[in-house]
């Protein structure tokens, strides 16, 4: 299938908002039954869906529009000297490329990491069921590019492949890491990736500006927003 009008779309009742605590959410599913392919996964993220798992999604609240999906122009992308200095703090650690599945140390370490930065979140307490069934999919080009310092595996970025870019689907690393900033070299390295493979778009997700652990977002610029179904420059203000 590649024709996105062919699709049927679930709407959620309306439960706990994940980013603002004084809020209900309700979430937009493409049906589950429905065959997905690498186009129409790539259509999907141009209209600002996400992929958890096989499940593909998007927020669809009533009255709210606080989730705005963001991605980064790789051409235009203004690395500042900050972005080099973390680049060369972690010039020492190597990258591998590892197939989505479940991997015993890969686990391991996402658990440290949700025990350690999401306590209070819905992601807490992390299971081996949890991990494949976010993290993994049937259908998309994912791969887990894992960061090592001399062997230790550090953090590991979970990415999907589009037909226009890369989707930063998730990043986990080990909390006692602080100094190396290793969340914010993952879309670094991410970028990179991007630019060798002639791919003009980095897929970041959702901002959302009245929750912190969003903020970070902000800082890769110049970055785009879908906005009435448009791409346009960023407002870190909307």
Same mark, same amino acid.
């Given at each position: 299938?590649?024709?996105?009008?062919?699709?049927?779309?679930?709407?959620?009742?309306?439960?706990?908002?994940?980013?603002?605590?004084?809020?209900?959410?309700?979430?937009?599913?493409?049906?589950?039954?429905?065959?997905?392919?690498?186009?129409?996964?790539?259509?999907?993220?141009?209209?600002?869906?996400?992929? !958890? #798992?096989?499940?593909?999604?998007?927020?669809?609240?009533?009255?709210?529009?606080?989730?705005?999906?963001?991605?980064?122009?790789?051409?235009?992308?203004? *690395?500042?000297?900050?972005?080099?200095?973390?680049?060369?703090?972690?010039?020492?650690?190597?990258?591998?490329?590892?197939?989505?599945?479940?991997?015993?140390?890969?686990?391991?370490?996402?658990?440290?990491?949700?025990?350690?930065?999401? #306590?209070?979140?819905?992601?807490?307490?992390?299971?081996?069921?949890?991990?494949?069934?976010?993290?993994?999919?049937?259908?998309?080009?994912?791969?887990?590019?894992?960061?090592?310092?001399?062997?230790?595996?550090?953090?590991?970025?979970?990415?999907?492949?589009?037909?226009?870019?890369?989707?930063?689907?998730?990043?986990?690393?080990?909390?006692?890491?602080?100094?190396?900033?290793?969340?914010?070299?993952?879309?670094? *390295?991410?970028?990179?990736?991007?630019?060798?493979? #002639?791919?003009?778009?980095?897929?970041?997700?959702? *901002?959302? !500006?009245?929750?912190?652990?969003?903020?970070?977002?902000?800082?890769?610029?110049?970055?785009?927003?879908?906005?009435?179904?448009?791409?346009?420059?960023?407002?870190?203000?909307?």
């Amino acid at each position: 299938m590649s024709d996105l009008s062919e699709l049927r779309f679930f709407r959620t009742p309306a439960h706990r908002c994940s980013y603002l605590e004084d809020r209900e959410a309700i979430t937009l599913f493409v049906d589950p039954a429905t065959p997905v392919n690498g186009a129409v996964y790539s259509a999907l993220s141009r209209r600002g869906f996400r992929r !958890s #798992g096989d499940f593909l999604y998007r927020p669809h609240c009533d009255g709210c529009q606080a989730c705005i999906a963001v991605r980064i122009p790789v051409a235009s992308f203004d *690395w500042r000297r900050r972005h080099r200095r973390l680049m060369r703090r972690n010039a020492d650690l190597t990258v591998e490329i590892r197939p989505a599945r479940f991997d015993r140390e890969l686990y391991n370490l996402y658990a440290s990491y949700i025990d350690s930065r999401h #306590g209070d979140g819905d992601m807490y307490p992390p299971s081996e069921e949890q991990f494949t069934g976010f993290l993994i999919s049937q259908w998309s080009d994912t791969r887990f590019y894992c960061f090592r310092e001399r062997g230790r595996l550090v953090a590991v970025a979970v990415v999907d492949r589009l037909e226009d870019g890369l989707s930063a689907v998730y990043s986990f690393y080990d909390p006692q890491q602080a100094r190396r900033g290793l969340g914010n070299l993952a879309i670094l *390295w991410q970028l990179e990736r991007c630019r060798r493979e #002639g791919l003009p778009y980095l897929y970041l997700g959702y *901002w959302v !500006s009245e929750c912190q652990k969003m903020a970070y977002k902000s800082q890769f610029q110049p970055m785009e927003q879908l906005r009435n179904n448009l791409w346009q420059p960023f407002q870190a203000s909307s």
